[in-house]
Every structure is written in structure tokens, then in C-alpha cells.
Nanobody
Framework: QVQLVESGGGSVQAGGSLRLSCEASERTSVGWYRQTAGKEREFVSAINSHGGSTRYVESVKGRFTISRDNVKNTVYLQMDKLKPEDTAVYYC?????????????WGQGTQVTVSS
């Protein structure tokens, strides 16, 4: 079973940037999701195993960039122009190659807090 570990969260003011990392035990397609208290977990972005295909939820397009380093088996989520509504616990998970089906279990997540 592929293991994924998130890191890189923190606190930042609105307009700031953070970069999240998702280290995998092997090369796989990866998706980022986020969840706030009382809400369902929502899809944020995904990238296939080769890095040639990506997806974003509309609300982060133009602000977030997903990328990967296949030497390190690590997927990054660069988050710029952060807004208070981006505050959430962020999780990564294994995805299908078509980036529309989540295949893996959840990790511990990493907290992102954006203050206004």
C-alpha cells in the first residue's frame, strides 16, 4: 500500500504563500484535499504520476500550483495569494491516473491558517 505523508502547513497572513509537501513511498498520482470544521472534505488539486496532467478546483486556479519531483517521490502544492477561506486541514491521497477517483486512505493532514 502506498504511504503518503503531508507537511509544510503553517500560519500566514492573507496574500502570503505556503508550500505543502506530500512524500510518497512510491511514484503515484496524487491529489490534495482540504477540510474545515463542519464541512465535507473538498478536492483542491491533483497531478498524475508523470506530472503531465493536472487538475484544480476553480477557487484556487491562478493561485495554487501543483508539481512533483519524481526523484524524491514528492508532490508539492505551492499556494500563493492565500485567502482566509483557504484555512483548512490539507490532506494528500493517492489518485487514479485519470485524477478523478481517490484510491488511498487519509494521512494526518497539515493545518493551514490564513489570517485577514
Amino acid at each position: 500500500q502506498v504511504q503518503l505523508v503531508e507537511s509544510g502547513g503553517g500560519s500566514v497572513q492573507a496574500g502570503g504563500s505556503l508550500r505543502l509537501s506530500c512524500e510518497a513511498s512510491e511514484r503515484t498520482s496524487v491529489g490534495w484535499y482540504r477540510q474545515t470544521a463542519g464541512k465535507e472534505r473538498e478536492f483542491v488539486s491533483a497531478i498524475n504520476s508523470h506530472g503531465g496532467s493536472t487538475r484544480y478546483v476553480e477557487s484556487v486556479k491562478g493561485r495554487f500550483t501543483i508539481s512533483r519531483d519524481n526523484v524524491k517521490n514528492t508532490v508539492y502544492l505551492q499556494m500563493d495569494k492565500l485567502k482566509p477561506e483557504d484555512t483548512a486541514v490539507y490532506y494528500c491521497s493517492r489518485m487514479s491516473s485519470t485524477l478523478n477517483i481517490r484510491l488511498g486512505s487519509w494521512g494526518q493532514g497539515t493545518q493551514v491558517t490564513v489570517s485577514s
